[in-house]
Each structure stands twice: as structure tokens, then as C-alpha cells.
């Protein structure tokens, strides 16, 4: 079945860094167009940054300089290199493949950022 792992969250002091990674299995990795989101307690799902099969990167502005989205097809993982944290970062972070007519979520990791 179709899996999406998130890993590298945790409690960091603002101004720190965090490495995240969402390893995927039962998909065409290659084929499909990598994301993530984030979602803090009372606000909405936003998208943070976005990579395509052709390796194209979007970020969001509030996160643009900060964040470096990547992935490794070979591993079947995106990454996201979040520099320069700060505590409106604070969410939980979701992994997000695209394919044709579907998306895939995972179960997302908590990033807290706080003094």
C-alpha cells in the first residue's frame, strides 16, 4: 500500500534548524510531484514548499530563504531543510504526493519552535 513517513521534527530555540524527511513506498516516486504543509492549532492548512517531477521548487513567502525543499529518487525521499526558525513556524508538518487524479498524505511531524 501507498505509505508517506515524515521524520526530523522536534522542539528547536528560534533562529535554529530542523531537517525534515518523508520517505514514500508503493509509488512511482519519480512520477509524482512532492510537497509540504503545515497547520497550526486554530489556522488553516498551508502549503510551505513544493518540488516537481522536473525539479522545480515553490515556497511560500513567509518561509522563501529559509527553506530548501529536495528530494532523492533513488531513496524515494523529499526532504526539507528549515534554517533560521522562528515561532510562527511552529506547526505540524505534513508530506504530500501528487499523482494523477490522487494525492497522498502522511501522518505529518510536530516542529515547535520556542525559547
Known amino acids: 500500500q501507498v505509505q508517506l513517513v515524515e521524520s526530523g521534527g522536534g522542539l528547536v530555540q528560534p533562529g535554529g534548524s530542523l531537517r525534515l524527511s518523508c520517505g514514500a513506498s508503493?509509488?512511482?516516486?519519480?512520477?509524482?510531484?512532492m510537497g509540504w504543509y503545515r497547520q497550526a492549532p486554530g489556522k488553516q492548512r498551508e502549503l510551505v514548499a513544493i518540488?516537481?517531477?522536473?525539479?522545480?521548487?515553490d515556497y511560500a513567502d513567509s518561509v522563501k530563504g529559509r527553506f530548501t525543499i529536495s528530494r532523492d529518487n533513488a531513496k524515494n525521499t523529499v526532504f526539507l531543510q528549515m534554517n533560521s526558525l522562528n515561532p510562527e513556524d511552529t506547526a505540524l508538518y505534513y508530506c504530500h504526493a501528487r499523482g494523477f487524479s490522487i494525492v497522498y498524505w502522511g501522518q505529518g511531524t510536530q516542529v515547535t519552535v520556542s525559547s
Open positions: 518540488i516537481t517531477r522536473g525539479g522545480s521548487t
Open positions: 508503493g509509488i512511482i516516486f519519480s512520477t509524482y510531484s
